[in-house]
């Protein structure tokens, strides 16, 4: 099996940031977004996916605010992975995952269809939840962020947020371990898959 990982560095006039990634991995991470709140949802997000992770942010506007440097986390990371995964032949291409934090629970699907969507189900309350303190992450961050991700992988992203947590952090920790679970599952090769999996023969 050819080695599936990624090399690259993003630079625009708003952010420049590295990214090395091994989908085949153990959950190894060195990550350093300057948005700490993000480097801790990463970490969970690469440990539950067993994902080699580094992220390395050398520039970013955040005297500005963390907007541009939180989506180009997004975009920096689906590049990643749709660059390590190839053509996909073998994958298993779907996955769930469901992981509780207290009350609360996320429920995660992914499609490495090569159709790009999000469908973040939410309810209202949860964008009055406060931000985080110091960087003043929000919920509408994340989603901006999980948007990103799918646009640049190809992937068909649906979360559902059961008994959202008053606490950002408590409510958020869940979706990433569940995405990275998920993402996992997806990216994971079936031996018995010869070729790609889809009827069409091909996933863009």
Request: hydrophobic residues 40%; without cysteine.
């Given at each position: 099996m050819r080695e599936r990982q990624y090399a690259e560095k993003r630079i625009t006039k708003e952010t420049v940031?590295?990214?090395?990634?091994?989908?085949?991995?153990?959950?190894?991470?060195?990550?350093?977004?300057?948005?700490?709140?993000?480097?801790?949802?990463?970490?969970?997000?690469?440990?539950?996916?067993?994902?080699?992770?580094?992220?390395?942010?050398?520039?970013?506007?955040?005297?500005?605010?963390?907007h541009h440097l939180n989506e180009d986390l997004g975009i920096v990371l689906g590049q990643g992975f749709k660059t390590a995964l190839g053509d996909k032949a073998g994958i298993n291409r779907n996955g769930f995952a469901s992981f509780p934090m207290e009350d609360t629970t996320a429920n995660v699907t992914v499609d490495l269809s090569g159709r790009a969507s999000l469908k973040f189900n939410i309810t209202p309350e949860v964008y009055s939840i406060e931000p985080q303190p110091n960087e003043g992450y929000e919920f509408k961050y994340a989603e901006h962020f999980f948007a990103a991700f799918a646009?640049?992988?190809?992937?068909?992203?649906?979360?559902?947020?059961?008994?959202?947590?008053?606490?950002?952090?408590?409510?958020?920790?869940?979706?990433?371990?569940a995405l990275g679970k998920a993402l996992g599952e997806a990216a994971q090769i079936d031996p018995r898959r010869k070729g790609v999996p889809s009827t069409k023969g091909i996933l863009d």
């Open positions: 940031i590295s990214v090395k990634l091994n989908i085949d991995g153990s959950g190894e991470t060195k990550i350093s977004s300057k948005i700490g709140f993000m480097d801790h949802m990463l970490e969970l997000f690469a440990f539950w996916g067993k994902f080699d992770l580094e992220i390395t942010t050398e520039k970013a506007d955040t005297n500005v605010d963390i646009k640049q992988l190809g992937m068909n992203l649906n979360i559902r947020l059961e008994n959202p947590n008053l606490d950002l952090h408590a409510s958020l920790e869940p979706v990433f371990k």
